[in-house]
């Protein structure tokens, strides 16, 4: 039995992306890149290089970037 959504052309994300994603949750959860990095402990441009790393392996924006704080995309 194949697997579901194998074949459909879903991405799949390894074990590292899911990490990506970890910090991706902190950053809506915290509404910015330097909130989310201090409750990761870590620094803003780790989190800023891991939404990034995320963003290019899925092929996607996920966030709007600007002054405010990151909004992220439909």
Do not use: K, N
């Amino acid at each position: 039995m194949p697997r579901r959504g194998a074949g459909s052309g879903a991405t799949r994300l390894s074990s590292d992306h899911w990490d990506h994603v970890r910090f991706f949750l902190a950053v809506l959860r915290y509404g910015s890149f330097t909130h989310a990095a201090a409750a990761l402990r870590t620094d803003q441009s780790t989190v800023s290089r891991r939404i990034a790393a995320l963003e290019s392996a899925l092929g996607v924006a996920l966030f709007e970037r600007g002054h405010r704080a990151p909004t992220p995309t439909e």
